[in-house]
């Protein structure tokens, strides 16, 4: 891991968000520092969200505006009128469904972009959790073995070598170094308090990035399914507000609310070395981790010169000394890992790992769902303005549709009608005859009459056209003849 420290930069749209202006309840501007204890700063969040859902409710208003005028003004339209505004309602209709699927695509983006900022957000905070509970656990084993493990050894070791004045020097003087060493460990802040804290945090922003994933995914769906959810988006970003904004002015100088956090509870060096870790800055624990070592090392050579000249002559001392050495070699192996966990390049990485997926990802993600919100919100207006004319047109449309003349020999119902009639099937239409001069030679009409034709077979066979009378077509019908065709003569011009 490379010794230089990859500075955190807040991106440039938390600073935009931080500018804006932070008023409480009493319409007072306030400071903009991330002060979420301070009551003046909750009411700057809070009034920002009323803002949001001010502009909900002034959005509804219009429209409730709008569709109660146009219900009580209800005016006919006449024929030239209804072309363009047809035309203005489908292409209202098309705008509003492309507006909804732009929606919903940013929408999915933004969704997503914030699940994973969040997901860095708590993975961060599980692994410094994860550092900081192995740094408690070498800290306190280590001091548990000290006290317990090595005072049962030398308390039987003095025994044993109670006729040797030099021996029991040597077991007070390893008894000095254990104490030492313990000295040294109790200068390491107790992590266990931070380590709950970091622990609680993970799992809450867990569970709430849940449900909000959640229920953000659940009503992208319904909006591919009725528009008119959309409004709900807009509703319910109001909500977020308190926590967009809030995390826009902590993403612009998250260092500062930590310090101000950690007061109290670890001194300021500590905070500034994990915070910045740069070459510039000591290592606080290399003093008593040096000493830790040294104590260490004293304490084997010790040991070693008894396990070489005492064991010849206190031979029940043997097992006492090796456990000794045991518990030193794992004292100085827990001395390594506890050098390398508190190592400023771990927790920093975590700490800037957090901050790139809060401020980055995560208020990226929420811009994105507003932008949602607001095209959603655009898509529900456009279609509440268009469907009331799309349903005045459609019903308009059917209105003119039954006025048609049914008896109409054009009216496409009309022949629908004769063709699905059994009573007409035996009836010959003119059109059956053919114009061909084989076929004409092939009939044998009947001789023509002069005298018209009764009333009632004049009807029946006029009942095919619709059943309007043309008296000037009695003659051809009465004789049975087909139909006159029209023939092309070509034009002729004549020259005097």
């Given at each position: 891991?490379?010794?230089?420290?990859?500075?955190?930069?807040?991106?440039?749209?938390?600073?935009?968000?931080?500018?804006?202006?932070h008023?409480?309840?009493?319409?007072q501007?306030?400071?903009?520092?991330?002060?979420?204890?301070?009551?003046?700063y909750?009411?700057?969040?809070?009034?920002?969200?009323?803002v949001?859902?001010?502009g909900?409710?002034?959005?509804?208003?219009?429209?409730?505006?709008?569709l109660?005028?146009?219900?009580?003004?209800r005016?006919e339209?006449?024929?030239?009128?209804?072309?363009?505004?047809?035309?203005?309602?489908?292409?209202?209709?098309?705008?509003?469904?492309l507006?909804?699927?732009?929606?919903?695509?940013?929408?999915?983006?933004?969704?997503?972009?914030t699940?994973?900022?969040?997901?860095?957000?708590?993975?961060s905070?599980?692994?410094?959790?994860?550092?900081?509970?192995?740094?408690?656990s070498?800290?306190?084993?280590?001091?548990?073995?000290?006290?317990?493990?090595?005072?049962?050894?030398?308390?039987?070791?003095?025994?044993?070598?109670?006729?040797?004045?030099?021996?029991?020097?040597?077991?007070q003087f390893?008894?000095?170094?254990?104490?030492?060493?313990?000295?040294?460990?109790?200068?390491?802040?107790?992590w266990?308090?931070?380590?709950?804290?970091?622990?609680?945090?993970?799992?809450?922003?867990?569970?709430?990035?849940?449900?909000?994933?959640?229920?953000?995914?659940?009503?992208?769906?319904?909006?591919?399914?009725?528009?008119?959810?959309?409004?709900?988006?807009?509703?319910?970003?109001?909500?977020?507000?308190?926590?967009?904004?809030?995390?826009s002015?902590?993403?612009?100088?998250p260092d500062?609310?930590?310090?101000?956090?950690?007061?109290?509870?670890?001194?300021?060096?500590?905070?500034?070395?994990?915070?910045?870790?740069?070459?510039?800055?000591?290592?606080?624990?290399?003093?008593p981790?040096?000493?830790?070592?040294r104590?260490?090392?004293?304490m084997?050579?010790?040991?070693?010169?008894?396990?070489?000249?005492?064991?010849?002559?206190f031979?029940?001392?043997?097992?006492?000394?090796?456990g000794?050495?045991?518990?030193?070699?794992?004292?100085?192996?827990s001395?390594?890992?506890?050098?390398?966990?508190?190592d400023?390049?771990?927790?920093?990485?975590?700490?800037?790992d957090?901050?790139?997926?809060?401020?980055?990802?995560?208020?990226?993600?929420?811009?994105?769902?507003?932008?949602f919100?607001?095209?959603?919100?655009?898509?529900?207006?456009?279609?509440?303005?268009?469907?009331?004319?799309a349903?005045?047109?459609?019903?308009?449309?059917?209105?003119?549709?039954?006025?048609?003349?049914e008896?109409d020999?054009?009216?496409?119902?009309?022949?629908?009608t004769?063709?699905?009639?059994?009573?007409?099937?035996n009836?010959?239409?003119?059109?059956?005859?053919?114009?061909s001069?084989?076929?004409?030679?092939?009939?044998?009409?009947?001789?023509?009459?002069?005298?018209?034709?009764?009333?009632?077979?004049?009807?029946?066979?006029?009942?095919?056209?619709?059943?309007?009378?043309?008296?000037?077509?009695?003659?051809?019908?009465?004789?049975?003849?087909?139909?006159?065709?029209?023939?092309?003569?070509?034009?002729?011009k004549?020259?005097?």
């Amino acid at each position: 891991m490379s010794l230089t420290r990859v500075d955190y930069i807040a991106p440039w749209w938390t600073y935009w968000l931080h500018n804006f202006p932070h008023i409480n309840l009493r319409f007072q501007p306030t400071d903009k520092s991330f002060q979420p204890e301070d009551e003046n700063y909750q009411q700057s969040l809070i009034f920002l969200g009323c803002v949001a859902a001010a502009g909900l409710g002034l959005n509804l208003l219009c429209l409730a505006i709008y569709l109660s005028c146009l219900c009580c003004c209800r005016k006919e339209e006449d024929e030239e009128t209804k072309k363009p505004n047809s035309c203005c309602v489908t292409w209202s209709a098309v705008a509003a469904g492309l507006i909804t699927c732009i929606s919903v695509g940013v929408g999915f983006y933004g969704n997503s972009e914030t699940n994973d900022g969040v997901y860095q957000l708590t993975y961060s905070l599980y692994n410094a959790n994860h550092t900081l509970g192995g740094v408690d656990s070498l800290v306190t084993g280590t001091m548990g073995n000290m006290r317990t493990g090595l005072h049962q050894h030398l308390a039987r070791l003095d025994e044993i070598f109670a006729t040797r004045g030099d021996y029991v020097q040597t077991l007070q003087f390893m008894q000095q170094m254990a104490d030492n060493v313990i000295k040294q460990l109790l200068g390491i802040p107790d992590w266990d308090e931070a380590k709950v804290d970091l622990a609680t945090a993970a799992d809450q922003t867990a569970n709430i990035e849940y449900y909000r994933w959640l229920t953000y995914l659940l009503l992208l769906i319904l909006d591919l399914i009725i528009c008119l959810l959309a409004c709900l988006g807009l509703a319910k970003q109001s909500l977020f507000f308190f926590f967009f904004f809030g995390t826009s002015d902590f993403c612009v100088s998250p260092d500062k609310y930590v310090m101000s956090q950690t007061k109290g509870i670890i001194t300021s060096d500590i905070v500034h070395y994990y915070l910045y870790c740069n070459q510039t800055l000591s290592n606080p624990f290399q003093q008593p981790l040096t000493i830790f070592q040294r104590s260490l090392t004293t304490m084997q050579i010790q040991i070693q010169g008894l396990l070489q000249f005492a064991v010849p002559l206190f031979p029940t001392a043997e097992r006492d000394l090796l456990g000794i050495q045991h518990l030193l070699n794992s004292s100085e192996a827990s001395l390594h890992q506890l050098t390398a966990l508190l190592d400023c390049r771990g927790l920093n990485k975590d700490y800037l790992d957090a901050m790139v997926g809060v401020c980055y990802d995560g208020v990226e993600g929420m811009l994105y769902l507003c932008l949602f919100s607001v095209l959603a919100a655009c898509a529900f207006t456009v279609m509440l303005c268009a469907i009331p004319r799309a349903l005045r047109q459609i019903a308009s449309r059917e209105r003119d549709y039954d006025d048609i003349d049914e008896e109409d020999p054009f009216n496409p119902r009309a022949r629908r009608t004769v063709s699905q009639n059994p009573n007409h099937a035996n009836l010959h239409s003119f059109c059956s005859y053919s114009s061909s001069m084989g076929s004409q030679n092939s009939l044998h009409p009947p001789a023509p009459t002069i005298s018209n034709p009764p009333m009632s077979e004049y009807m029946n066979q006029t009942a095919l056209f619709g059943g309007n009378p043309r008296y000037e077509n009695v003659p051809l019908i009465g004789r049975g003849s087909p139909p006159p065709s029209v023939c092309w003569v070509p034009e002729t011009k004549y020259f005097t």
